[in-house]
Each structure stands twice: as structure tokens, then as C-alpha cells.
């Protein structure tokens, strides 16, 4: 059995490039509040622009030369090294590390070209499938007619579905005979990004899938969720064919309208901005990802965020996506509370997502996703992830799942 491995060569290679950048920003965050400060500004107002000037301004600009020569060099001893290492299998602590690095970081990683940025894939026991038709053939020997596609959260991944000795997916094949795949991907790109790759990826994988399929069923904790739909979205726009193989589509835990915490991380860019002498410090505010600041508006499109300062604290108005249509569509949601309603549920909610958003309420018509009431159900006394465990919430799941599903809609 080949061994686990915390730490890959690829792994130093990324956190060295990490590292050159951290320093030449952090050195640019020093010399912006060297220069408002030395410039005496009044404590509320916009900060003054330019550099430190003078021996100052040499001493900076020397730090970030060093720092980049030392890092060019660096970056290149270490990228000869990768090959030489090859592929380990990997461990469960690293691929957790990794998740919550391109949760937070994923846009950056990609963008630098660092090898710890996820690519997506579907996997297995959380190797990737190739999806040539005679590789998914012998890598699922008992491959099913009831295919099962399994989306991971934020800041997570494929292998934490199971939680407790129980993982949704491997239940449902137990229980009701699909077969499960399960997405893995960088949740620190925007959400429509990796929509429009998971729409070419299902097309793939359903036009390869070594037995016809009778049915299409997708599970999304969080913002998986979000990806399922701007996938639907954008592959009935390409004319695929897998969406009209869509019968159901369960959200667990999916912030429909959005996420307070992310709310939160933009009025913290504000409160440090409005003054000069703390404004730089709101440069780490704005070190999240992509995908945690769509989770403000849920933007689901890609014009919902093109040209747009995603940093901005102003609402903006974005495309109402509906839920897929001829899909039958299911929510869970989760509260802290012991009901619905209580101050537990108002202040906390599930911890990450609030009741109505994952439920899909909105005030407004057109943004309500009107759920109806047998197609959702609250998990009390139940936090975010542990909807991925939850017994009760897996029984309801099932129960769904196991109805008839509807007829094919052939356009």
C-alpha cells in the first residue's frame, strides 16, 4: 500500500511561492502606514497616495528586490525538484490543509500558477477518475444505471463526507442503489467558474458512464449547492444533455441568499478603510478568496461579478437564477436552535448560513425559490457540518430520493 504523506515536495514548492508573495505584500502593507503616518493625515478621511520617498523608500524598495531575486531563485530550485517525488498518497490531513487553503486563497493560487491549487475532478475513495468510458469501467466495476454526484463546501473536500462512520453517498448505494461520485474542487474560484467546469464535467462524465443511465441525482453541502445550479445554468445554455437527465437535486445546507459571514469580513474592510492610519490593514480583509466574496450575493453568473469591485460594500444586483426547471429540487436546513424561530436560531442559525437563505426565502417574488413544504425540512439542534453526519437529515434524504422520480423531458 503506498504510504501517506502529510508533506509533498509540490506542497514546499507552493508554500515557498506563498511565502515570497506574503513578504513583498506585508512589505507594501508596512510602507503604506510608514507613509500615512509620516504624512500627519487627519485621522478620519481618504489616506494620501504615493510612497515613502528618500533613504525610506530605498529600504523598502530594496526588501521587496531581495525578497523577489531570493524568491526566483527559490521557485526554481524547488520546481526541479517536484518531478522527482512523483505522486504519494496522499493523507486525510493534508487534503483537509489543502481545502481550507483554496477556500481562502484559491483565486491567488490559481492565478500564480502555484502547484497546491486544486484542479477539478470527480473521485473515488479520493483518487480522480479518468473519464475515457474503458477507465470508468474498470475503475466501478458495479457501476449503476442511478448515478449520484456528490459537491463538497466551502474551504472543504471529497473525503469529508464521511463523518462518524457515515457518509451519505456510500448509504445511498447501500440503501437505494445509486452509484456516487463525488466532485472535488478549489472553492476559493468564483462560484460560476467552477459551475461552467462542473457542466462540462457531468457532460463528460454521463456521455462516457459504462452503463445508460436512467437517472441523474445531485447532493451539494453548502456551496455546492450554489455550483449545481449555475452548472444547470450554464450547461442548458451550452445544450447539453445531462441536465435534461436530471431528476433530483437535494441542497444541504446551501446559503441560497448568502452568508453573514461574509457580510461581515466587508463591513471590517470598511471600519479599517475610513481611516488612513489603519486603511492598509484592510489589504488582509481583502486576501479572501473569490468564493467566499460570492457567497455575499451568491453570485451564481459570471456577469454577476465581471467589472465588479468584489470588495465593494454597496448590494449589487445580480442575475435571479431559478431553481432548474423539470427537476425535482429539495432543501435542508439547519438550526442550533431547538426550533425554528428561537433566539438561538435568529442569532446563530446554523452556524454559517441562516434559516430563510438555506431555504430559499426571499422577499422578493423573483428571488423566492419557493421550496414546497414537502420538499423541505429542518434538522434542529444541528450545526452546519453536521448535516454531513446527521442521521436524521440522511433519513430524509433517502425518503426523497426514493421517489419516483419524474418522466424524461426529451427538448
Not at 444505471?145 to 459537491?151: D, I, R, S
Given at each position: 500500500?503506498?504510504?501517506?504523506?502529510?508533506?509533498r515536495?509540490?506542497?514546499?514548492?507552493?508554500?515557498?511561492?506563498?511565502?515570497?508573495?506574503?513578504?513583498?505584500?506585508?512589505?507594501?502593507?508596512?510602507?503604506?502606514?510608514?507613509h500615512?503616518?509620516?504624512?500627519?493625515?487627519?485621522?478620519?478621511?481618504?489616506?494620501?497616495?504615493?510612497?515613502t520617498?528618500g533613504?525610506?523608500?530605498f529600504?523598502?524598495?530594496?526588501?521587496r528586490?531581495v525578497?523577489?531575486?531570493?524568491?526566483?531563485?527559490?521557485?526554481?530550485?524547488?520546481?526541479?525538484?517536484?518531478?522527482?517525488?512523483?505522486?504519494?498518497?496522499?493523507?486525510p490531513?493534508?487534503?483537509?490543509?489543502?481545502?481550507?487553503?483554496?477556500?481562502?486563497l484559491g483565486d491567488?493560487?490559481?492565478?500564480s500558477?502555484?502547484p497546491?491549487?486544486?484542479r477539478?475532478?470527480l473521485?473515488?475513495?479520493g483518487?480522480?477518475?479518468?473519464l475515457?468510458?474503458?477507465?470508468?469501467?474498470?475503475?466501478?466495476?458495479d457501476?449503476g444505471?442511478?448515478?449520484?454526484?456528490?459537491?463538497h463546501?466551502?474551504?472543504m473536500?471529497?473525503?469529508?463526507?464521511?463523518?462518524?462512520?457515515?457518509?451519505?453517498?456510500?448509504?445511498?448505494?447501500?440503501?437505494?442503489g445509486?452509484?456516487?461520485?463525488?466532485l472535488h474542487?478549489?472553492?476559493g474560484r468564483?462560484?460560476?467558474?467552477?459551475?461552467?467546469?462542473?457542466?462540462?464535467?457531468?457532460?463528460?462524465?454521463?456521455?462516457?458512464w459504462?452503463?445508460?443511465?436512467?437517472e441523474?441525482a445531485?447532493?451539494?453541502?453548502?456551496?455546492?449547492?450554489?455550483?449545481?445550479?449555475?452548472?444547470?445554468?450554464?450547461?442548458?445554455?451550452?445544450?447539453?444533455?445531462?441536465?435534461r437527465?436530471l431528476?433530483k437535486l437535494?441542497?444541504?445546507?446551501t446559503p441560497?441568499?448568502?452568508?453573514?459571514?461574509e457580510?461581515?469580513?466587508?463591513?471590517?474592510?470598511t471600519?479599517?478603510?475610513i481611516?488612513p492610519y489603519?486603511?492598509?490593514?484592510?489589504?488582509?480583509g481583502k486576501?479572501?478568496?473569490?468564493?467566499?466574496?460570492?457567497?455575499?450575493?451568491?453570485?451564481?453568473?459570471?456577469?454577476d461579478?465581471h467589472g465588479?469591485?468584489r470588495?465593494a460594500?454597496?448590494?449589487?444586483?445580480?442575475?435571479?437564477?431559478?431553481?432548474?426547471e423539470?427537476?425535482?429540487?429539495?432543501?435542508?436546513a439547519a438550526t442550533?436552535?431547538?426550533q425554528?424561530?428561537?433566539?438561538?436560531?435568529?442569532?446563530?442559525g446554523?452556524?454559517?448560513?441562516?434559516?430563510?437563505?438555506?431555504l430559499?426565502?426571499?422577499?422578493?417574488?423573483d428571488?423566492?425559490?419557493?421550496?414546497?413544504?414537502d420538499?423541505?425540512?429542518?434538522?434542529?439542534?444541528t450545526?452546519?457540518?453536521d448535516l454531513?453526519?446527521?442521521?436524521?437529515?440522511y433519513?430524509?434524504?433517502?425518503?426523497?430520493?426514493?421517489?419516483?422520480s419524474?418522466?424524461?423531458?426529451v427538448?
Open positions: 500500500m503506498a504510504k501517506q504523506s502529510h508533506l515536495s509540490s506542497d514546499l514548492h507552493g508554500i515557498g511561492r506563498m511565502t515570497i508573495d506574503a513578504v513583498v505584500g506585508l512589505t507594501d502593507l508596512v510602507e503604506a502606514m510608514h500615512n503616518i509620516a504624512s500627519r493625515s487627519a485621522l478620519l478621511g481618504k489616506p494620501p497616495a504615493g510612497h520617498r533613504i525610506t523608500g529600504v523598502y524598495g530594496s526588501i528586490g525578497t523577489r531575486l531570493v524568491g526566483g531563485g527559490l521557485d526554481a530550485v524547488l520546481g526541479r525538484l517536484v518531478p522527482f517525488f512523483g505522486d504519494k498518497t496522499s493523507s490531513e493534508r487534503e483537509a490543509v489543502l481545502a481550507i487553503l483554496n477556500g481562502v491567488y493560487l490559481e492565478d500558477g502555484n497546491m491549487a486544486i477539478m475532478c473521485r473515488r475513495g483518487r480522480p477518475l479518468s475515457e468510458k474503458a477507465a470508468l469501467a474498470a475503475a466501478i466495476p457501476a444505471g442511478k448515478l449520484l454526484v456528490l459537491a463546501g466551502l474551504c473536500n471529497d473525503l469529508q463526507w464521511a463523518r462518524q462512520g457515515h457518509d451519505h453517498g456510500a448509504a445511498l448505494q447501500r440503501d437505494l445509486y452509484t456516487p461520485i463525488y474542487y478549489n472553492s468564483h462560484i460560476s467558474t467552477n459551475g461552467r467546469e462542473l457542466a462540462d464535467l457531468l457532460e463528460t462524465l454521463l456521455h462516457n459504462p452503463v445508460p443511465v436512467a441523474l445531485i447532493l451539494g453541502h453548502s456551496m455546492g449547492g450554489l455550483l449545481a445550479r449555475s452548472a444547470w445554468h450554464y450547461g442548458t445554455a451550452a445544450g447539453h444533455a445531462w441536465p437527465q431528476r437535494v441542497f444541504l445546507g441560497h441568499h448568502g452568508a453573514p459571514m457580510r461581515g469580513g466587508n463591513w471590517i474592510d471600519l479599517l478603510g481611516s489603519t486603511a492598509p490593514l484592510s489589504r488582509l486576501i479572501r478568496s473569490a468564493g467566499i466574496t460570492d457567497l455575499r450575493h451568491t453570485f451564481l453568473l459570471d456577469e461579478w465588479r469591485d470588495f460594500r454597496s448590494a449589487a444586483r445580480h442575475a435571479a437564477v431559478p431553481l432548474p423539470g427537476v425535482q429540487c429539495f432543501a435542508i442550533t436552535g431547538k425554528a424561530g428561537d433566539l438561538r436560531d435568529r442569532l446563530i446554523d452556524g454559517l448560513v441562516p434559516l430563510a437563505s438555506a430559499g426565502c426571499h422577499a422578493d417574488h428571488r423566492n425559490l419557493m421550496f414546497p413544504p420538499r423541505q425540512w429542518i434538522a434542529c439542534e450545526g452546519h457540518f454531513l453526519g446527521s442521521l436524521p437529515a433519513e430524509r434524504i433517502r425518503q426523497w430520493l426514493a421517489q419516483e419524474p418522466a424524461l423531458v427538448n
